[in-house]
């Protein structure tokens, strides 16, 4: 028994032993991971999974606003540069310096700031000198090395590069997900292609004239209710003079747990190629309306957007166009209980538009009122967005 007991307080003390430095190396492990990685170096950073969107950069470029929100509360740095490094500072008011590579799509800084904190991680979002240009060019995703050099207190950190992806400027980004599981609401940027200061405006505005339903675009200067209805009604009418055509495809190529986009074309787009969803139908109608100085509304329900508009300078009434009637469609499809295309044969192109703006308001104002209480919710996949001045302070038109 006493030999037996021996062997076991030896036993049990060569265990604890192992046990002890099992721990010591997991956690000098972890320190190496977590610690000294960023102690001793740095990481280039995002909020979207390696995506750039020029749709999002262009639109607040020349404003304030901050729609996309750091992840991390203890930054430094303009966030609208997307790009960000995060590292470890060293002792107090340490100064930092980050060179960023040239690329395509912008030009090499050199930024430069003060880490007042000592050996607390900060992410830092350097100086980024966009090419606009290039970024409304973009038609396509385009891959792009992204190549940072950063220094603290004169010491090197060394050069870190990763790949981003430059998404296409029709591209509207819908909202990302931090930590995983919190979701953040972007769905303001699809005021960006909403164009009302589009050089083509003018044309369609004079073509529209032309139809000679009115003689001037007053706004509400010319009335309320059916003074504005009438105004609305030459728009709708000029565009399916254009001959658009509905065309379904909205997808994009991101395929992401990160962020959500959808396909919008900008008026250039939908101008040439005569072709509209309902979400460039929206946006494009709503810049029309815009241009005339009546109020519009993006309307989002999940898979569908509609465009609404304020009747009177009050915003006190507003009404409603499914703008996918615009284009050659089977009006039956939207009420197949009244058998409209039979009643439509014989009558002029003017008769058969006037029938569309009337149906496409009915329509559109149904949907508003099966859907009210969540297009006002703010949950997901809803959306109700006045285009007004407040929002067009923070979001320009992207432009093409």
């Not at 496409?360 to 006002?376: D, F, M, P, T, V």
Request: glycine share 8%; with cysteine; aromatic share 10%.
């Amino acid at each position: 028994m006493k030999v037996i007991t021996i062997g076991h307080r030896k036993n049990g003390r060569w265990i604890a032993a192992a046990v002890l430095v099992v721990l010591l190396a997991v956690g000098a492990v972890r320190y190496l991971l977590n610690g000294v990685s960023l102690r001793e170096g740095f990481e280039i950073t995002d909020d979207l999974g390696g995506n750039i969107f020029p749709s999002a950069i262009l639109s607040v470029a020349t404003t304030d606003a901050q729609v996309i929100i750091p992840g991390d509360s203890l930054f430094v740095g303009n966030p609208k540069g997307c790009i960000a490094v995060r590292l470890r500072s060293g002792a107090a008011f340490s100064r930092i310096r980050i060179e960023l590579e040239e690329t395509p799509f912008f030009r090499r800084s050199v930024s430069e700031f003060v880490l007042e904190r000592p050996a607390t991680e900060y992410v830092v979002y350097p100086d980024v000198i966009w090419n606009y240009e290039a970024l409304r060019g973009n038609s396509q995703a385009e891959p792009i090395s992204v190549a940072l050099t950063v220094e603290m207190n004169g010491r090197s950190l060394g050069q870190r590069v990763r790949t981003f992806s430059v998404r296409s400027i029709n591209e509207c980004l819908l909202g990302y997900v931090t930590g995983g599981t919190r979701f953040h609401d972007t769905g303001i940027f699809f005021a960006a292609y909403v164009n009302e200061e589009h050089p083509m405006i003018d044309r369609l505005l004079r073509e529209a004239l032309n139809t000679r339903i009115v003689t001037r675009f007053l706004g509400y200067q010319a009335g309320k209710g059916e003074a504005v209805d009438k105004q609305v009604y030459a728009l709708w009418n000029v565009l399916q003079k254009r001959r658009f055509r509905y065309s379904s495809v909205s997808n994009t190529s991101l395929s992401s747990n990160v962020v959500f986009s959808q396909r919008v074309r900008t008026l250039d787009d939908a101008l040439e190629s005569s072709q509209i969803n309902c979400v460039d139908g929206t946006v494009l109608f709503a810049s029309l309306l815009r241009a005339i100085n009546i109020e519009p509304i993006l309307v989002r329900t999940p898979g569908h957007m509609f465009v609404g508009y304020y009747t009177d300078a009050a915003h006190r009434e507003k009404n409603f166009l499914e703008t996918t009637m615009i284009g050659d469609v089977d009006l039956d499809d939207f009420f197949p209980d009244e058998q409209l295309d039979s009643a439509m044969v014989g009558k002029s192109q003017n008769q058969m538009s006037r029938l569309t703006f009337d149906k496409s308001k009915e329509y559109a104002a149904r949907k508003y009122r099966e859907n009210e209480s969540g297009i006002h919710s703010g949950r997901l996949n809803y959306m109700f967005l006045e285009i007004s001045k407040e929002v067009r302070r923070r979001i320009q038109p992207v432009g093409k």
